[in-house]
């Protein structure tokens, strides 16, 4: 019955918010259809395609988690057999789903455009760094919308990790020894640009095992 439950909230979440994956989709991949006409539209092309992403990881958060306690269906939830680790599974599991399809779609079409075109295939291991950080930014909103069961922090978080992306991204793409592989005809998996993906990675796994460590501690969902 528990794993039922848990398969019915997955699948809810997916249905509730299907519209919203397909237009982010279809939008970050006009956002890399533009990319490709280089100069002043191509730049507008890339910002569309992480301001995209960027924006989907602030909306899943929010309507998967936050909207559950502020529209009282907690209430409803607390009435049925499932604890709050299966509760924590259910939203983890849609809200990673729905990000991951438009993310990974993306990331694909991405390297494939890069890998067809006349743009040098070196971009592509910096790329793969900066379009992880929104995915990266998700988890903490997620895990923070989860543990913290407060809207004002989510949002205070949200804000937070805007911010670091117009701190990490021009830092990142500023690195001499990132930039030297720009104009590279093959990609160059530089030992910094290994570190980063695994750091990126890490604080993924760090804040999802975070997440199941402080809600497995609650007794409730409020």
Known sequence: ??????????????????????????????????VQFRGLAGLFGVIGFFTTLVVLACILPQSTVVMDRKGQHLAFLMSLPISVTQYTTAKILSALGMFLIPWLALVIGAVSIILASDIPDGLIPIALVLITLPLVGFCLMTSVALVGESEGWTIAVM????????LCWPLIASNAELRSGFGSLTPIWSP???TLLGLEFAVIAAALAITYFLQSRKRDFV
Not at 1 to 28: C, P, Q, W, Y
Not at 159 to 166: E, V
Request: charged share 15%.
């Open 192 to 194: 910094t640009i290994l």
């Open 159 to 166: 804000i937070a990790i805007n911010f670091a992306y117009s």
């Open 1 to 34: 019955m528990n794993g039922s439950l848990v398969r019915h909230m997955i699948v809810k979440d997916f249905r509730l918010h299907r519209e919203m994956i397909a237009v982010s989709t279809i939008v970050g991949f006009i956002g890399l259809a533009v």
